[in-house]
């Protein structure tokens, strides 16, 4: 599959992480690592971020296909989280535009700026996500902090975007579902300054500091604490 990867300037790596083989992925870094060893050189060949001619780097290929473990070993290899593919948007609002919220944890716990979206365009992360109706990914980006007053450069905002994917599907295209479009308006409306969650409730885990590899994760409510001010959570097998 990577000899016949059709993407300008692609490299078997960029491949690797284009299709979520990890595995390839890692054997292309040891490779590359055991020539620097044999030429005694510390100059690293393979670079995470250097980018194709279109401007996407590993990680937005990862983002934009839902390629989760390889994300996260870029994540931890510290690729750049800032990165513009061309005029268009970064890392994370690759995953908001195609709807992997389990990508969104993990990107926003690593601190990518929930904000960073396409310079072509003006669109943000958030709008990306209120167009898939994934109400996960538009509560998860709310609770980093995302400007839902932000207004693209064809004058479209959150609430606009969000009408617009439900009358779409209204008129038999793809767009977002009636219950979807409720849902996401509501979120923008009222904030999740408090969820309210229930014992039973599946959550996706984000913000984690000392369990950063959780992030990401699928979890059950089990209680809350009071004492605390949180919820407990069981990882779901």
């Not at 250097?50 to 989760?68: I, K, R, Y």
């Not at 994370?92 to 990107?107: E, S």
């Not at 609430?159 to 038999?172: E, I, R, Y």
Request: aromatic share 4%; with cysteine.
């Amino acid at each position: 599959w990577a000899a016949e990867d059709i993407t300008p300037g692609a490299t078997p790596f960029f491949a690797a992480c284009k299709y979520g083989r990890l595995d390839c992925a890692l054997l292309i870094l040891e490779r590359e690592r055991a020539m620097a060893r044999a030429r005694a050189d510390a100059t690293p060949i393979l670079s995470l971020d250097v980018p194709l001619q279109s401007g996407a780097t590993p990680l937005h290929f990862c983002c934009q296909n839902g390629a989760e473990l390889t994300a996260r070993f870029l994540i931890a290899q510290r690729a750049d989280l800032s990165k513009t593919r061309g005029t268009g948007g970064g890392p994370l609002f690759a995953a908001c535009q195609n709807g992997f919220p389990r990508l969104v944890a993990i990107l926003l716990a690593a601190k990518a700026s929930v904000d960073h979206g396409m310079r072509r365009t003006g669109t943000t992360p958030l709008m990306a996500a209120c167009m898939t109706g994934k109400t996960e990914t538009v509560e998860m980006l709310l609770e980093a902090g995302a400007d839902v007053t932000a207004v693209a450069l064809d004058g479209h905002t959150a609430h606009s975007l969000t009408k617009a994917a439900g009358a779409q599907h209204a008129a038999g295209q793809r767009g977002i579902s009636e219950a979807e479009e409720i849902a996401v308006t509501r979120l923008l409306e009222e904030g999740v300054s408090e969820p309210k969650l229930h014992v039973g409730d599946r959550v996706l885990i984000s913000g984690l500091r000392g369990r950063p590899d959780l992030n990401g994760l699928g979890a059950v409510v089990h209680s809350y604490l009071q004492e605390r001010g949180r919820y407990r959570v069981e990882v779901e097998q």
